[in-house]
């Protein structure tokens, strides 16, 4: 088969670029308002066909969504075959076809590529699909499935559905009768066997106390139904933010974005809360996950990524130990530069603790390196993966104790709980309740683990955020040069003060972090160096925030 050329320019002409729009594909996929994506839908589904061509047939995923943002964004994003991100180096090629300025251009990258990878075109192209609740992602599949049309590959639409779903169909389908095959490949297949390894997890424990859900008026509603329907009495759920009737409330004054970025309670929560009571929030996609309380002074506490990183994986490390697989069964750690350095403290006296540059691709990346590899990014996204060889050990182990085989029994039914292929809030928020019952926790004292370092992160707009380079994942400037050192002098008048700068990978901005002892002097730091910034990169001086030092 030959390049389907007269479809694609049929296809291609009903959706054409928007000539002054310039497209990237970031960290989180294409992103931006809406309305100017059209053209990037219709494409990225010519590449998806291509992909899976690419390789042999195998389900690509394509997951329309913008997350945490706004109503009115919305975005794209590409899932390899194993549920896990795109390919980096694919990501370029979106990048280009995306920004291809009229029909002929874009068929002529279409043809360049397939003759590069020398792409046999007779294999079928699979893709499988879905939304979140936002109103613009109707139009955005339709735009989606012309570009699937074009290329003559098969689409599987799976409708509304949480991010972590769509990668977790993606990976049952490739892996289906085979020796990896991950599970069944209907959302009901999810729900339903991440469900009962909760319930057999904590059989003979105590029921969890109800549980405040606040669902960002997004999708992680509609799982979290489906959820509460299987679990039954395992545990109450409490939802609140449930609105997906109103497509302007999600992610307002809700979601776990909000929470982690304000440090505070959504509004509707406060009110409903009793001192002790646990509470969480999912994202619009409800792949990120955010705990938090009230403290016995009425004042918010949050149990972000840092603390759900430390209660699983202290956990898991408890269960190898139990099971006599100490040695066996390696549990590592990894988080990004914004950890808070006192969960790092805690962490890396207990465990192997990487730090790698932000980004989930890359946390995923070197968590499969151990055993059994838990990562997650202090905004509340991480899951934990499990190596072939740790499945091989968990299968064919012999415990010479009751007590080892219990252990070797819950290590066996984390695999089933966790879905592995992404962070996933609800399957996150199932593991941490699992954990608090084993541990007899309340919130107050698993947020004692350890006591967070008071912090300050902070957006600076720079003319270019390219100019930022960084190294040691991400923790060092070497550009601009000098930079790095004009910080270094500022944050050593801190005792235990630490502080990095990097430009983001989503947002025309470069990121300012910082903690101390004290928040005054995280401030302090943050301010200062957001200020060294502003100023070094020629920022006008009558538009400097009045915060800034
Ligand atoms: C400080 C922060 O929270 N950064 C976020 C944000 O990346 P930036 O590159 O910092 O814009 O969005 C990413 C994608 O959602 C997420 O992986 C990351 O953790
Ligand atoms: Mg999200």
């Not at 219709?42 to 109503?71: C, D, Q, W, Y």
């Not at 046999?120 to 939304?131: K, M, S, W």
């Not at 080892?404 to 928020?429: C, F, H, R, V, W």
């Not at 608090?436 to 107050?444: F, P, S």
Request: proline share 6%; charged share 20%; hydrophobic share 40%.
């Amino acid at each position: 088969m030959s390049l389907p050329v007269e479809a694609l320019a049929r296809y291609s002409d009903l959706h054409p670029k928007l000539s002054y729009e310039k497209f990237h594909y970031g960290t989180a996929g294409f992103r931006m308002a809406g309305s100017l994506l059209d053209s990037v839908m219709f494409r990225v589904g010519v590449l998806a066909a291509i992909r899976s061509k690419r390789l042999e047939g195998k389900t690509i995923g394509v997951m329309v969504t913008a997350s945490h943002n706004p109503p009115v964004d919305n975005g794209v994003k590409l899932v390899d075959p194993r549920g896990e991100m795109l390919e980096a180096s694919w990501e370029r090629h979106a990048t280009v076809l995306a920004n291809t300025t009229s029909t002929d251009e874009f068929i002529d990258a279409v043809d360049k590529l397939v003759k590069t990878y020398k792409i046999n075109l007779d294999h079928p192209a699979n893709v499988l699909y879905a939304r979140d609740t936002r109103p613009s992602g109707v139009e955005l599949v339709a735009a989606l499935e012309d570009g699937l049309k074009a290329m003559g590959a098969n689409g599987r639409n799976e409708g509304v559905q949480t991010t972590p779903i769509l990668h977790y169909l993606v990976r049952c389908v490739n892996t289906k009768g085979t020796p990896e095959a991950y599970g069944e490949d209907t959302v009901e297949g999810y729900i339903k066997s991440t469900a009962d390894a909760f319930k057999k997890l904590i059989a003979g424990k105590p029921a969890p106390p109800p549980l405040v859900v606040d669902c960002a008026n997004g999708v992680g509603y509609v799982a979290l139904k489906q959820f509460a329907e299987y679990l039954g009495p395992a545990i109450t759920f409490i939802p609140m933010n449930n609105d997906l009737e109103n497509a302007a409330a999600l992610n307002s004054d809700a979601g776990a974005d909000y929470v982690k970025t304000n440090q505070k309670f959504p509004p509707s929560i406060a009110p409903v809360l009793a001192p002790g009571q646990r509470a969480c929030s999912l994202d619009g996609d409800a792949d990120r996950l955010i705990y938090y309380y009230l403290n016995s002074r009425k004042q918010f506490r949050l149990l972000d990524g840092d603390k759900i990183a430390a209660l699983v994986a202290g956990f898991i490390t408890d269960l190898v130990k139990g099971a006599g697989l100490e040695g066996q069964i390696d549990v590592g750690l990894v988080q990004t530069a914004y950890a808070n350095g006192a969960s790092t403290k805690y962490l890396e006296k207990r465990l192997p603790v990487a730090c790698v540059p932000t980004g989930v691709k890359h946390l995923h990346r070197a968590a499969l390196r151990y055993g059994v590899g838990v990562y997650f990014e202090a905004n509340g996204h991480g899951t934990v993966v499990f190596s072939p060889a740790t499945y091989e050990v968990l299968a064919s182990y012999q415990p010479s104790t009751p007590t080892q085989a219990t252990y070797l029994e819950y290590l066996n039914l984390l695999p089933k709980l966790i879905n592995q292929t992404i962070g996933d809030a609800l399957s996150d928020m199932l593991l941490v309740e699992a954990v608090l019952a084993h541990k007899h926790y309340t919130a107050l004292e698993w947020d004692s683990i350890y006591i967070d370092l008071p912090n300050r992160l902070l957006k600076v707009v720079v003319p270019n955020r390219n100019i930022f380079q960084t190294e040691d994942a991400e923790r060092r400037l070497v550009h601009p040069e000098g930079m790095q050192k004009l910080i270094d002098d500022h944050v050593k008048k801190f005792e235990s003060g630490r502080a990095f700068v990097r430009p983001s990978g989503t947002e025309n901005v470069v990121r300012v972090y910082a903690e101390a002892s004290d928040q005054g002097q995280a401030d302090q730091i943050a301010l200062k160096i957001a200020g060294i910034i502003y100023d070094e990169t020629g920022g006008d001086p009558f538009e400097r925030p009045g915060e800034f030092l």
